[in-house]
Nanobody, 118 residues
Framework: QVQLVESGGGLVQAGGSLRLSCAAP????????MGWYRQAPGKQREGVAQ???????KYEDSVKDRFTISRDNAKNTVYLQMDSLKPEDTAVYLC????????????WGQGTQVTVSS
């Protein structure tokens, strides 16, 4: 069973910042794309950001100028820096690892709550 370990998240005021981290086993990290989905109450799960093992990055349109995804190959960890947060960013953020560059999750983290107050 593959375990992705998430950290970060929490409560922040609108306009603030948070950073999420997600660590994967090396044998997974080296060969997969990694990123985050999010799910808000009553809404469909949506892909937020993804970075491939070759460095190809994709963002959901509403976060494109505010969120930055990166990966540290030495630590087998991917990061999501979230700036200029808005109340509509409030959701459970789920780390994933998958194959390809088009949000194709295979493995999931436990999820972390991000709450942005107005």
């Amino acid at each position: 069973q593959v375990q992705l370990v998430e950290s970060g998240g929490g409560l922040v005021q609108a306009g603030g910042s948070l950073r999420l981290s997600c660590a994967a086993p090396k044998r997974i990290f080296m060969y997969t794309s990694m990123g985050w989905y999010r799910q808000a109450p009553g809404k469909q799960r949506e892909g937020v950001a993804q970075i491939s093992n070759g460095g190809i990055i994709k963002y959901e349109d509403s976060v494109k100028d505010r969120f930055t995804i990166s990966r540290d190959n030495a630590k087998n960890t991917v990061y999501l820096q979230m700036d200029s947060l808005k109340p509509e960013d409030t959701a459970v953020y789920l780390c994933f690892a998958g194959y390809g560059v088009d949000f194709n999750p295979r493995y999931w983290g436990q999820g972390t709550q991000v709450t942005v107050s107005s």
